[in-house]
């Protein structure tokens, strides 16, 4: 495969297992890690339009199966994490921690709490509508800058991504490549101790010390096409896996965990074929107890083994 030749990092046949907080996955045929803006842009557009492209972030909502990836993972990495703040809007690089420009906003008195507790980097949450604690990124994002599959940057508003619940129409290909959301006006003391009473009750309901890639399965129901916080109903999938008597279930190294049984976790030694695995099978036993069908939350790229058929297709 001939590919253009970047400032940035490009690097074949990288196993991805250590790019994802499940530490499962075979290679990528290539991974970029570009150096700017204008070095993302040019490789796109001089890169065969054949080549697939897959942007990754942190990892931390993504299972890579066991045979990898084809083409060419996107990785942004320095050239993309600067956060800064205008006024009562806050510009952040797709590579942010969500984690983080929830703090930096807070200290700029500026009220993004809701990201403060969701696991990854800006870019993924555009892309997935992360939301938590009634928030989402569709009521705060006023733009997002990302560069098309040929290449050309374009600057997105909140209609053009068309949110939904845990979703967004980005183009397939396409790789975000900033974001500027705006956020009510706080008291910085007050929303730093609002985030420190969300990170305590989510380390007291969930396994945040396992290896996970966070809720496994959206909500089956109470969500409307917005996914705004008007929409909530109760109905929630850890309860409907609960009942079907699926706390602590385990296929190899996977196991639903039995702090929070919506978090697969990653016990030691699991494949992707593991965690896939026991996922379908958890989806397969709530429909025959609850004729609910669970849709999953956590992102299933790339190809089995050689040799394996996927799990979804064994199931």
């Known amino acids: 495969m001939d590919l ?3 400032r940035g990092a490009l690097t074949p046949d990288r196993p991805l297992a250590d790019l994802t907080w499940l530490r499962v996955g075979g290679p990528a045929d290539w991974v970029f890690q570009p150096a700017d803006l204008d070095d993302l842009a040019g490789f796109l557009a001089a890169l065969d339009p054949g080549v697939a492209v897959f942007a990754m972030g942190v ?5 890579v199966r066991d045979g990898g990836l084809r083409g060419v993972v996107i990785r942004l990495g320095r050239g993309f994490n600067a956060i800064r703040v205008e006024g009562r809007r806050v510009i952040a690089g797709a590579a942010a ?5 929830a703090r930096r906003a807070a200290e700029a008195g500026i009220d993004l709490t809701f990201l403060r507790t969701i696991p990854g980097a800006i870019g993924g949450a555009v892309r997935m509508n992360a939301g938590c604690y009634g928030s989402y990124v569709a009521d705060h994002l006023i733009s997002a800058r990302a560069v098309t599959r040929d290449g050309a940057v374009v600057t997105l508003g909140r209609e053009a991504l068309n949110f939904a619940y845990r979703h967004s129409d980005l183009p397939e290909g396409w790789v975000i490549a900033e974001a500027t959301f705006e956020g009510a006006a706080g008291n ?3 929303l730093a101790q609002r985030m420190a009473t969300q990170l305590q009750k989510r380390d007291e309901t969930q396994p945040v010390r396992e290896r996970s890639a966070g809720s496994t399965f959206r909500n089956p129901a109470g969500f409307s096409s917005t996914g705004r916080a008007d929409d909530v109903h109760d109905l929630k999938a850890w309860k409907v896996i609960d009942a079907a008597g699926l706390r602590g279930a385990r296929r190899g190294g996977a196991q639903m965990s039995e702090k929070h049984p919506n978090f697969l976790i990653n016990t030691g030694g699991a494949s992707a074929a593991d965690l896939e695995g026991l996922g379908e099978a958890v989806r397969k036993r709530v429909f025959q ?8 939350e956590i992102m299933r790229v790339g190809e089995p083994a050689p040799g394996e058929s996927s799990q979804a297709d064994q199931e």
Do not use: F, R, Y
């Open 4 to 6: 253009p030749t970047p």
């Open 59 to 63: 990892g931390s909502n993504l299972i």
């Open 97 to 101: 921690l969500d984690a983080q420009v």
């Open 188 to 190: 910085p003391e007050a």
């Open 289 to 296: 107890h609850s004729g609910i069908e669970l849709e999953w």
